[in-house]
């Protein structure tokens, strides 16, 4: 069987190869770090750092087919190994979520709301953009941030200069704050054929800026509803997408507000795996490998709850209930680290 070629070896790498291998094909993991959640199920590990070009070359040379758990890959890592096997998702799609300016303005330029941007180079231009953009609002590096991390906000201007000095120098754009009721999700899939299949929207709950719950279905009217599977069609559409994707939004009364996008499987989309006859992970493989897209209508409702850190302590409870534990193998137990998630199902 084919060879599939995945970067990155955490519990999305993981979960990915579990998928790759029920379809019977195989799976090459690539990861600088030593003992990867994803190496405990995968065919092959490559341990080297991206700038390792020889452990690249043999990678590549490896695999027919290269896809990624994350989204921050080194460009010169890409630039080496798309002359060796395809990388789906592609390049714009890589590009245009590795940072927020260029992310927030190709959302704009589909007509897509987001909230308020404007670039953050140097502490004059937050001076700017606090004026035009007002307060509160929230400064983001521009590459590299996740979880909540690379994140300062400013509830008044006099806070710029300490928000600044958060984000160690590197480029930030500044967000007006949204006033959003509650925030969902849709994990969206595209083929290589070009046919879509969305996933019922989620319903997301943060805590510390890491995603505690997802919910579904979400609390959505019907129109909502549409409206967030729409938007996620367009933008696969746009970027000419393979695999899938997680689309996160805002919802206000003037609307559902794109905050980002992730070119891969998603934390939020978790629930696929007890909701769903394919699950998500199945979903990016099966279109990443080139095969027609799964049936993923929604068979029952879902709470989704990642255990992170210290809830590893309670996974007794967990496992007295009809919970579907989810677990990724790490060995060491650190607060904000989700160790893994369980799925409670709930029948109509
Ligand atoms: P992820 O782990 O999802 O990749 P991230 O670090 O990329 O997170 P965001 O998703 O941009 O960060 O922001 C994290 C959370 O902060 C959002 O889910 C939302 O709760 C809040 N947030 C972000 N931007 C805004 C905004 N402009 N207005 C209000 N709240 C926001
Ligand atoms: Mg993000
Ligand atoms: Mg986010």
């Not at 996740?146 to 480029?171: C, F, H, N, V, W």
């Not at 805002?250 to 696929?272: C, D, K, Y």
Request: charge should be negative; aromatic fraction near 6%; charged fraction near 20%.
């Amino acid at each position: 069987g084919a060879t599939i070629g995945i970067l990155g070896g955490g519990q999305l790498g993981r979960m990915l190869a579990v998928a790759a291998a029920r379809l019977g094909l195989k799976v090459h993991i690539f990861e600088p770090s030593a003992n990867p959640p994803a190496g405990d199920v995968a065919h092959r590990v490559t341990t080297a750092s991206y700038e390792d070009h020889a452990a690249l070359t043999a990678f590549g040379q490896s695999v027919d087919v290269i896809t990624y758990e994350f989204e921050n890959i080194p460009t010169s890592a890409l630039d080496l190994l798309e002359t060796l096997a395809p990388i789906h998702p592609g390049r714009q799609a890589l590009a245009t979520s590795q940072d927020r300016l260029i992310e927030k303005t190709f959302l704009q330029g589909l007509g897509l709301q987001t909230a308020p941007f404007a670039d953050v180079p140097d502490m004059a231009a937050l001076d700017v953009a606090i004026a035009s953009i007002g307060a509160p609002a929230i400064l983001k590096t521009r590459r590299m941030g996740y979880d909540g991390k690379g994140q300062s906000r400013i509830k008044t201007a006099q806070d710029a200069p300490r928000a600044l000095a958060d984000m160690a120098e590197a480029p930030a754009i500044l967000e007006g704050f949204v006033n959003f009721t509650h925030e969902v999700s849709v994990i969206g899939a595209r083929g290589q054929d070009g046919s879509v299949a969305c996933y019922d929207p989620g319903e997301n709950v943060h805590q510390d800026g890491i995603l505690r719950t997802t919910k579904v279905p979400a609390n959505l009217t019907a129109s909502q509803r549409t409206d967030a599977v729409l938007i996620a069609a367009r933008i696969l559409n746009a970027l000419d997408y393979v695999g899938v994707m997680g689309v996160e939004l805002f919802v206000t009364p003037q609307g559902l507000i794109v905050n980002e996008i992730a070119p891969r499987v998603h934390n939020s989309g978790h629930w696929t795996q007890n909701g769903c006859t394919i699950c998500q992970f199945e979903q990016h493989i099966r279109a990443v490998a080139g095969w027609p897209l799964g049936d993923g209508s929604r068979h029952a409702d879902v709470i989704m709850e990642n255990l992170i850190g210290n809830d590893m302590d309670r996974l007794g409870d967990y496992a007295k209930t009809d919970a579907a534990i989810h677990l990724y193998g790490k060995a060491e137990v650190k607060p904000g680290r989700k160790m893994g998630h369980v799925n409670r199902i709930f029948r109509a």
